[in-house]
């Protein structure tokens, strides 16, 4: 059965340091996602992607996030310069193109810890 | 901000009985309902879903029923097994979203050989 692939399964990095987190969503999927699980919390929404462009995101998804289709399989996350808080597990998602009501398929998750 | 509640944090369930998950909202803007199933060191598995239009949708063991005067849903599992043990998220979409899932903060089913 197809599913999203994500890598790393974890990544540490240094606070203020840049960190890009890679999926490879479902290959007939048109429309990709990431949300975002801090330790103890709910699964929160961060950002929405279709035909590359933003097509939704939350008020976390501020200015040092960014997103990236740079081919035709990968889609990617960026935090341009982290902080202690950016720390959560980070889950992408895909769903079909064409039908309103498509369920949302998702990786297995990157843990991103900050020290 | 919860305009998706679980309010059981936790169940147990002897094995080969009924497993109800509960699922509460507030938007009556929400359309779309899912149920997603979650495994430690994994992401949620979509299990089922059920449009607004609807008030019940069936699967195999799994049947979720939606009650939108009371604004609640919830998830049947018929008969439980051990192997669906696991952390169980509600979550819902506002009209007209491709995307912008709203989740509940999970009930984890413990279901007891």
């Known amino acids: 059965e197809p599913e999203v692939t994500q890598t790393p399964s974890h990544q540490v990095t240094q606070m203020g340091q840049e960190v890009i987190l890679r999926c490879v969503p479902i290959s007939n999927h048109l429309y990709f996602y990431w949300y975002r699980q801090i330790l103890g919390q709910k699964v929160e929404f961060l950002v929405s992607f279709y035909n590359n462009e933003i097509s939704e995101k939350s008020e976390i998804f501020d200015d040092q996030f960014s997103v990236e289709r740079p081919d035709g399989s990968n889609f990617t996350l960026k935090i341009r310069s982290t902080k202690l808080e950016d720390s959560a597990m980070y889950f992408c998602a895909s769903s079909e193109y064409g039908y309103r009501n498509q369920p949302q398929h998702f990786g297995d998750g990157t843990r991103l810890s900050i020290l | 901000d919860q305009q998706v509640k679980q309010n059981s944090p936790s169940l147990s369930v002897q094995e080969g009985r009924i497993s109800i998950l509960n699922c509460d909202y507030t938007n009556s803007m929400f359309d779309y309902f899912l149920w997603y199933k979650k495994y430690p060191a994994e992401g949620p598995t979509f299990l089922i879903s059920i449009s607004s239009i609807k008030d019940k949708n069936e699967d195999g063991r799994f049947t979720v029923f939606l009650n939108k005067s009371a604004k609640h849903l919830s998830l049947h599992i018929v008969p439980s097994q051990p192997g669906d043990s696991a952390v169980y998220f509600c979550?819902?979409?506002?009209?007209?979203?491709?995307?912008?899932?709203?989740f509940g903060k999970g009930t984890k089913l413990s279901v007891k050989p």
């Open positions: 979550a819902a979409s506002v009209g007209g979203s491709q995307g912008n899932l709203i």
